[in-house]
């Protein structure tokens, strides 16, 4: 088991705004199918696993950006965070949506070609490639220790190499190299630079539990009235929210390993397999169940389940399934 080490404070701040965590009852908005309720086997003693105060933490760190962002005037609000969980704990991963973000009913994806996304270099038309960007500042290297940015950069490339390798989609994932920039729109630094945004290891604290949070960013309307509504946009006409770009953080308090050793810490490149795959429009896989003995287990088993419980870097049919699904006909579609 990796225990994990609390690091830094647990008060983060968020576009300039002081953040702590809430009470669970706070929670007023989808979680996802992840909700607390007996399993059909109750006999063994299973029931699914809680939603806490992790959602109940991201919740109010989406209302605050948002109510930033639309002071800002952006065209772009945050609509959902979903985050993934450690086995050692007793919360499942979710999916926090935002409350001030139109239908929440309305699934999301990029939109090929799409001129408002500047930092892919679109407007041009020519080419249509999903971009992505590292941190490769003093984010980049864990607060434990271990891993150089050398070596989290590696991994990290590898776990999105892993989604590009499928051959059933036609779609490349092409590197915006940044340099030193310290990259991290959610909490006021530089961005968007890129659709896909690994924003590294030390700019969020997140409540206990959570490795890793991806947050999409969906473009916006505004409708007139009393008072205004913002709808997420949706010019193709394709039923979705116009993706504008996707943010990835990594908890900084957990040991973070790249050998795929259980024992020496989380695996970087696994819990970045799965948070590229939000970041790639896929949603988590399977159910996450609280076993009698106070343990966690997903089932079945994919990169996608919410859970991380080892390492595990290879997708599963479902998962490769879920990625031909939403980019096999990239990008016209």
């Not at 945050?78 to 991963?93: D, F, M, P, R």
């Not at 892993?162 to 630094?189: D, H, K, M, P, Y």
């Not at 590229?276 to 966690?296: E, Y």
Request: net charge negative.
């Amino acid at each position: 088991m990796v225990l994990r080490k609390r690091l830094v404070s647990p008060l983060v701040v968020v576009a300039g705004l002081a953040l702590a965590a809430c009470a669970d009852e706070a929670v007023t908005r989808s979680m996802g199918p992840q909700q607390v309720a007996l399993d059909m086997s109750a006999a063994k003693g299973e029931v699914e696993a809680p939603i806490g105060p992790a959602a109940a933490e991201l919740s109010v760190m989406i209302d605050e950006l948002n109510a930033s962002l639309d002071a800002s005037g952006a065209d772009f609000r945050v609509l959902k965070a979903e985050y993934s969980t450690s086995a050692a704990g007793n919360e499942a991963g979710g999916t926090v949506l935002g409350k001030d973000v139109g239908n929440k009913q309305l699934a999301d994806d990029f939109v090929p070609f799409d001129p408002r996304r500047t930092w892919s270099g679109v407007s041009t038309g020519s080419i249509d490639n999903i971009t992505y960007a590292i941190d490769q500042s003093f984010d980049a290297v864990p607060l434990g220790g271990g891993l150089t940015a050398a070596q989290t950069d590696a991994a990290i490339t590898r776990a999105m190499n892993t989604w590009e390798a499928q051959t059933c989609s036609a779609l490349n994932l092409t590197r915006n190299f940044t340099g030193n920039l310290n990259i991290g729109f959610l909490v006021g630094l530089s961005g968007p630079v890129a659709d896909v945004q690994h924003a590294g290891f030390r700019q969020v604290n997140f409540a206990p539990g959570i490795l890793g949070v991806t947050f999409t960013f969906v473009f916006v309307q505004v409708i007139p009235g009393t008072p205004p509504v913002q709808v997420p946009t949706d010019i193709d006409n394709n039923g979705k929210a116009d993706v504008a770009f996707r943010e990835i953080f990594y908890d900084p308090s957990w040991i973070w390993a790249d050998n795929g050793n259980a024992a020496s810490g989380i695996d970087v490149e696994s819990v970045a397999v799965h948070e590229a795959g939000h970041g790639l429009s896929q949603a988590h896989f399977g159910k996450i169940w609280l076993k009698n003995d106070g343990s966690l287990k997903a089932s079945p088993k994919a990169v996608m389940n919410a859970l991380y419980a080892g390492p595990y870097r290879v997708l599963a049919g479902t998962d490769n399934g879920g990625h031909c699904s939403n980019w096999g006909n990239w990008p016209n579609n």
